[in-house]
Each structure stands twice: as C-alpha cells, then as structure tokens.
C-alpha cells in the first residue's frame, strides 16, 4: 500500500500539437514517472485510484490530454477540480510555440494534424482558439518554439528532477533580447536596458555576461547597484506571499537589447542572490549565442 493521495504527483501534459508533447513525456519517463499518452477522459479517476493497490512507482504519474480527447478540452476545469478535490496533487504544464514554428515541424515529420480535413495553417488556428480556456487554467506555459528536442529534455528534468517535495517553489531565470520577443511564459519582466551598454567597450563587446569583466562593468554601475537593492527588496517580499498563494512555478524574465550582456549579468546576479537564500533556482540564456548580436 503507498502513501496518501496528497503524496501522489501527477503531471497533466498538454498544448498545441506539435509543440513536443511526446518528448516531454518520453523524458518524464526517463525520470521515473509512470507515463499515459491520450488516456480516454471517463478514465482518468479511475486510473488515479489505482495508486491505493500498486507500488510506490505510481507515485509519479505524467498524463498527455490534449485535443485529441475532445471531452478533455470541454470538461478539463469539471475533471481537474474533482481529482483536486480527492487530495491528489495535480499540475497542468501547457506546451506552446508559434504558429510558423508548427507548420514547420508538420512540414518537416509529415504527420497529419489531429483535426483532420484542413489544411495546416486553418487547423493550427481551429485548435489555439479551442485550446484558449485550457491554457488560462494551466500552471506554467514552456515555450518550445526555439528549443531543439534536446533542450526541450533538457528543459523538463530541470522543472521536475530535483522538486523534493510537491510544495516546492520552483524559481527559473530567463535572460532574453527584446529584439527577439519576450519570453511567452514569464511571469514578471524587467527591462534593464537602462543600464551602461558594454556593446560600445571594444574590449567589452564580444564578450557576454557571463564573463566577470562585463559583469562588473554592469553591475557596479551606482545606478545598477540601486537598481539591485531595490530588485532584492522586491524578490524577498514576493516570493513568500507566492509561496502562500500556492504557486509551484515562477519564471522571472531579464530583458536587454540583444540578450547577450546586460540582462545575462544581471540575471546571473538574481541568481547567485537567490541561491545564497536557499532558493531552488535553474537560469537560461536564451538569446546569448545570438549571431550578429547588436545593440
């Protein structure tokens, strides 16, 4: 017999088609989890209290419902609450990537999109609209539209291999270039294009943030150290009252111009900070090995 309900992790998978769900589920697989592609909607109280005469590897379980199960899509807010409401503890994470991004996968594999009888272009736009509702009642939107399957793995085992327990507050900072878009699934934004620019120090210019000179030309800067005073303030207070409110996920987004030295400095700062208060935190530097980088 295993432990309680409220001990039982499941992980519903879903998002638009060809945003790689199948490679998000092969990699919880990797991780122990005990994983269902497109299992039927009337099953799937049924399937969880089977957890009460199995071993402990139900204990993680990973679940892909997506518009393939259509009564999964009408019903997903009735069908969540009432396995909530039986003390299981539940978290939907919704894959999503552009609209040409997923033509170009379909174009690439060939494989005939779930909403048969359209041409991609319209069934991409049918399913986004019907996926609307499900994507506001998710708990964390990934974005694989610049991920590779690698990173995408990559990506997954950093959210859920090291969570010690299902109250964790999982922290992940973004470094990103707003001349490539905002990252679709932060939670909070900040534009530290204000601070000194190391693109115009030659010796500076084609190093990153990462580096400790670009870091302290950065960072040392009185209008950044006040700027950073204020941000350590600010992550103190919020991060508790997220933690009251229930949030398993935050993703804090640094944005600069071109994503290679401001934002990467001072996300490497957020951090370092949040590291040293004993926070559980994973960082990326999405724009960072952008060719022909610019101010």
């Known amino acids: 017999m295993v432990s309680d309900k409220k001990h039982v992790q499941l992980v519903v998978l879903t998002g638009m088609s060809g945003s790689g769900k199948s490679t998000a589920l092969n990699a919880f697989e990797d991780m122990g989890f005990y994983c269902v592609d497109n299992l039927p909607v009337p099953l799937v109280p049924e399937f969880l209290r089977l957890h009460e005469s199995v071993t402990d590897s139900m204990l993680r379980i990973a ?5 393939r199960a259509r009564d999964f899509i009408d019903r997903h807010a009735e069908i969540l609450t009432s396995v909530k409401d039986e003390g299981f503890h539940v978290e939907v994470i919704f894959l999503d ?13 060939r494989r005939r999109h779930p909403l048969r009888n359209r041409d991609i272009v319209s069934a991409i736009s049918e399913e986004r609209n019907m996926m609307l509702e499900l994507k506001e009642y998710a708990d964390r939107i990934l974005d694989t539209s610049t991920m590779n399957v690698h990173q995408l793995r990559q990506a997954i085992i ?34 530290v294009r204000f601070l000194p620019n ?11 943030g990462c580096d400790r000179e670009v870091g302290e030309y950065v960072l040392e800067n009185p209008v950044a150290t006040s700027f950073l005073e204020h ?11 997220y933690r009251r409110e229930g949030k398993a996920y935050f993703v804090f987004a640094i944005g600069c111009t071109g994503g290679r030295h401001r934002s990467v400095a001072v996300a490497e700062w957020m951090k370092r900070f949040m590291t040293e208060e004993g926070e559980e935190v994973t960082i990326t530097h999405r724009d960072i090995k952008r060719e022909g980088m610019q101010i």
């Open 198 to 208: 190391p693109y115009f120090v030659p010796e500076l210019k084609n190093m990153s």
């Open 97 to 109: 990537a552009r609209d040409d991004v997923l033509v170009q996968r379909y174009s690439q594999t």
């Open 158 to 191: 950093n959210l859920f291999s090291s969570r010690e327990s299902l109250s964790q507050l999982f922290i992940h900072i973004v470094s990103f270039g707003f001349k490539y878009g905002i990252p679709a699934d932060a939670n909070m934004v900040f534009d």
């Open 231 to 241: 941000l350590r303030d600010m992550i103190k207070f919020l991060l508790p009252c």
């Open 63 to 67: 679940i892909v419902m997506d518009v």
